[in-house]
């Protein structure tokens, strides 16, 4: 028989019992006792400086407004009614660019008027090449404090937009102007945009019609227009020791301005090339000249099974470029898929429609080169 334990095993005497030792208590580390309370200017974030600047810019985005814009500038989003009668059978068409590192060139020299005409152009012209009309315009400029002095930059970057806007039949309904602190260098700042257009299903031009035969019509370019300027730069600041205001004999201009000259809207001339409607078919396609030149842009609307031949005596390049590629001993490959060579668009027209195409720029009083044709090939080009 099992005798009774007198202490139960979960029971100890109370000589014995168990105690638990207190844990140290854990103290948060004292705050410094500052005597000024923290603020999202102090950390570089001027919201009344940013205000003030978007105001203004109000001002210049009300200058474009249409019948067709419902709401104004500030609101969360932009609204723009579509007009169903001008566009019974609406395809809408949209692209979203930026001004690259020509903006460098607009730090050094202080020049901010035309970098959003540079913007607004580029973007309209991306459009415009697929029979498109530009709609609305949305903006997107980034800079590091918004300082009083910076506040003046952005107006003046702005006012260049909604000049640019006006100018090309389109609304500027809105955009984004942030500040970021330590993200962007003291009097320096990005920018970008995107565009909507819209063109009746019938009017979209691909470049599907284009067939062997084909000439290729080209307008001029005003300069690099926003491509191709990260080597520019190398180039004439770096390798030759410009200065942005030195008058340079060979490009019969001083750098700088050489370097800014605005990226032009070929939307005018675009509209009188196209006023024949589809059934004309004037235009089989377009190609906008940007980053990647005639090398790459020209076959984005080849169809399958066609290539281009260009001649390259067939106009004059202009002297920068010349000048760019002696200072680089830079190959002609090189050349022709960096930079446009002093072409920004070139018009696929039907050998039996060129006379009526050449009579339309010329009344225009629109510079053009007849530059080659289409051919058998593969979707590229190629250059004798």
Same mark, same amino acid.
């Given at each position: ?39 999202? /200017? ?33 609101? =969360?989003?932009?609204? =723009? ?5 001008? =566009? ?14 020509? %903006? ?21 012209? +991306? ?11 949305? +903006? ?28 090309? &039949? ?43 035969? +084909? ?21 004439? =600041?770096?390798?030759? &020791?410009? &200065? ?8 019969? +201009? ?54 281009? !031949?260009?001649?390259? /005596?067939?106009?004059? !390049? ?5 000048? %760019? ?35 339309? %720029? ?23």
């Amino acid at each position: 028989m099992l005798e009774e334990s007198p202490n139960p095993p979960d029971e100890q005497p109370a000589d014995k019992a168990v105690t638990h030792v207190p844990q140290p208590v854990q103290v948060a580390a004292k705050l410094p006792n500052t005597k000024t309370p923290a603020t999202y /200017a102090g950390a570089g974030v001027d919201i009344t400086s940013g205000d003030r600047a978007k105001q203004r810019i109000k001002m210049l985005a009300r200058k474009t407004f249409n019948k067709h814009v419902l709401s104004e500038i500030g609101g =969360f989003g932009g609204l =723009f009614a579509l007009d169903l009668e001008k =566009f019974p059978q609406p395809v809408l068409v949209s692209s979203a660019d930026g001004v690259g590192t020509k %903006l460098k060139v607009a730090f050094e020299l202080g020049i901010h008027h035309t970098v959003g005409a540079d913007l607004v152009n580029h973007c309209v012209n +991306d459009i415009a090449v697929q029979g498109a009309t530009p709609l609305f315009f949305l +903006d997107y400029l980034a800079t590091g404090k918004l300082r009083e002095q910076d506040s003046n930059t952005v107006e003046t970057v702005v006012r260049g937009l909604s000049e640019a806007c006006r100018a090309n &039949g389109c609304a500027l309904i809105g955009g984004e102007t942030a500040q970021m602190p330590g993200f962007y260098a003291d009097g320096e700042y990005e920018l970008a945009g995107t565009i909507v257009g819209c063109v009746n299903r019938p009017d979209v031009i691909t470049g599907e019609h284009i067939q062997i035969g +084909d000439v290729l019509i080209s307008l001029p370019s005003n300069g690099l227009h926003t491509n191709g300027y990260s080597l520019a730069r190398k180039l004439l =600041f770096e390798v030759a &020791g410009y &200065g942005p205001d030195q008058y340079v004999n060979e490009l019969k +201009d001083k750098t700088g301005a050489a370097l800014m000259r605005t990226h032009r809207s070929y939307l005018g001339v675009i509209k009188k090339l196209l006023a024949g409607g589809p059934e004309a078919r004037l235009v089989r396609g377009m190609a906008h000249i940007t980053g990647g030149g005639i090398t790459e842009n020209l076959p984005r609307i080849l169809p399958r099974g066609t290539g281009a !031949v260009v001649d390259l /005596a067939s106009w004059t !390049v202009p002297p920068l470029f010349e000048h %760019l590629q002696q200072l680089g001993n830079v190959e002609q490959d090189e050349m022709f898929r960096t930079f446009n060579m002093g072409i920004g668009l070139i018009v696929v027209v039907p050998a039996e429609q060129v006379k009526k195409a050449k009579a339309i %720029l010329n009344r225009a009083n629109e510079r053009h080169s007849i530059i080659g044709r289409i051919t058998r090939g593969d979707r590229r080009v190629t250059y004798n």
